[in-house]
């Protein structure tokens, strides 16, 4: 069975409220996991049952890594949970993990006072009840987990990159480029981190013979390309962004988009992105698109 070959992947992310469980599902979900947020224990293995039966088809949609919230949020199912873990560690469909975060009673404090929000064993008496309670209800998790982070002295992005560490495949990019093209005319993306503008080129659109084509063909690339300046604003380009892009990766980011824009985001820009995701493709993980590539054309054929 396929599903042997390739168990579900489950991580149960419980722990202290407060400690970070709701930066640890976004970093999952960074990491292509499938994620459910204060999942009630007793559901968790009809679920998962669902999910094996979809990984015996040959449906390319199927779901292969899975990461579950569990906390008192859920407190009406939770003392279910020890059980539904024992059947979860003998079912040789799955590789299942279990992440504890805890954090020290003070920090945790400290966390509620800033949000102003309510602890969840906490409705009629003071946070620090609270969290004195739910430490004694997780005491039994906290030692069956396979990891403990403590999250007392970590900023969000510091946990993200722990998590990260622990539990990506080491085969598996998780920063990712983003380079598209468009035109001003249009608007800019909304999306963009970086923008540049090539309208300095020279521009097809002049020429009779290139204006219906698009910088992905070749007459219009080499004529976009074909000249000093051109030359001299890639290298310049290329020496600001790839020394920056090990830097957005520290520091975090899931995905950073380079735009690059020309009047009409057909000809220029379209052009120069595919330069530039050509040469970043050998070392990073890029997508390519071209918002406004066929505008015109589309223009045309309505009018």
């Known amino acids: 069975m396929n ?5 579900l992947q489950l991580v149960i992310i419980t722990g202290m409220s407060g400690a970070g469980k709701t930066v640890a599902i976004q970093s999952f979900e960074d990491m292509g996991f499938f994620t459910v947020d204060n999942m009630p224990p007793a559901l968790i293995e009809k679920f998962v049952e669902l999910l094996t039966v ?5 449906d390319n949609s199927k779901i292969d890594k899975l990461a579950l919230v569990v906390d008192m949020r859920s407190r009406a199912f939770f003392e279910h949970l020890q059980e539904v873990m024992t059947e ?3 079912n040789k469909n799955l590789d299942f993990k279990l992440l504890f975060l805890d954090a020290t009673d003070e920090e945790l404090v400290s966390r509620y006072k800033e949000t102003r929000r309510s602890h969840p064993l906490a409705i009629d008496s003071r946070t620090l009840d609270g969290i004195v309670r739910e430490r004694a209800l997780l005491e039994p998790f906290q030692s069956l987990a396979d990891t403990v982070i403590d999250t007392t002295a970590l900023s969000p992005r510091q946990l993200r990159a722990d998590i990260l560490q622990e539990f990506s495949a080491k085969d598996t990019q998780n920063f990712r480029i983003e380079v598209m093209s468009f035109g001003f005319k249009y608007g800019l993306p909304l999306d963009a981190d970086l923008v540049f503008d090539v309208r300095f080129l020279p521009n097809p659109h002049y020429v009779p013979e290139l204006r219906n084509m698009t910088g992905q063909d070749k007459p219009v690339y080499d004529y976009v390309m074909d000249n000093e300046t051109a030359e001299s604003f890639n290298t310049h380009l290329m020496s600001l962004i790839v020394p920056l892009l090990p ?3 520290k520091e975090g980011k899931s ?3 380079i735009a690059f824009g ?3 985001g ?3 820009s379209v052009a120069f992105a595919e330069r530039v995701s050509k040469a970043l493709a050998a070392d990073w993980h890029v997508n390519t698109s071209h918002r406004d590539k066929d505008k015109r054309k589309e223009t045309v054929n309505r009018s």
Do not use: F, I, W
Not at 3 to 7: F, L, Q, V
Not at 54 to 58: E, G, I, M, R, V
């Open 3 to 7: 599903n042997k070959m390739n168990p």
């Open 54 to 58: 979809q990984a015996d088809s040959n």
């Open 88 to 90: 979860l560690t003998d």
């Open 247 to 249: 830097e957005y990766e």
């Open 255 to 257: 995905v950073l988009t």
């Open 262 to 264: 020309c009047t009409g």
């Open 266 to 268: 057909q000809h220029r």
